[in-house]
Nanobody, 124 residues
Framework: QVQLVESGGGLVQAGGSLRLSCAASARIFSSYAMGWFRQAPGKEREFVATISWSSGSTSYTDSVKGRFTISRDKAENTVYLQMNSLKPEDTAVYYC?????????????????WGQGTQVTVSS
């Protein structure tokens, strides 16, 4: 069982930056993929970014490419989401998730462990 705790959300003006952190309660093994998802009010949870724990390879949804960067710190069992050039449409609850095997995925149903979420609000 892996518990994930997100932090770093908040209120920021459009064009600003935030860095989200996701700390895992247990060691993340090399077979894992980690992901960030977000859910805006009245919308379904959507994929944002994912990273392979072993190789560090990444993938992003088109709307955040060039603005967001996912990274991980193996020693700290922590994954990050650096968000730059934020837009009002980025407003959502952001969730960290862990997928124990099978490689990276964009599908939230393939992730076994989830954090509680952190609110990101971007004002115009």
């Amino acid at each position: 069982q892996v518990q994930l705790v997100e932090s770093g959300g908040g209120l920021v003006q459009a064009g600003g930056s935030l860095r989200l952190s996701c700390a895992a309660s247990a060691r993340i093994f090399s077979s894992y993929a980690m992901g960030w998802f977000r859910q805006a009010p009245g919308k379904e949870r959507e994929f944002v970014a994912t990273i392979s724990w072993s190789s560090g390879s990444t993938s992003y949804t088109d709307s955040v490419k060039g603005r967001f960067t996912i990274s991980r710190d193996k020693a700290e069992n922590t994954v990050y989401l650096q968000m730059n050039s934020l837009k009002p449409e980025d407003t959502a609850v952001y969730y960290c998730a862990a997928k124990p095997w099978g490689g990276s995925s964009w599908a939230p149903t393939e992730y076994a462990y989830w954090g509680q979420g952190t609110q990101v609000t971007v004002s115009s």
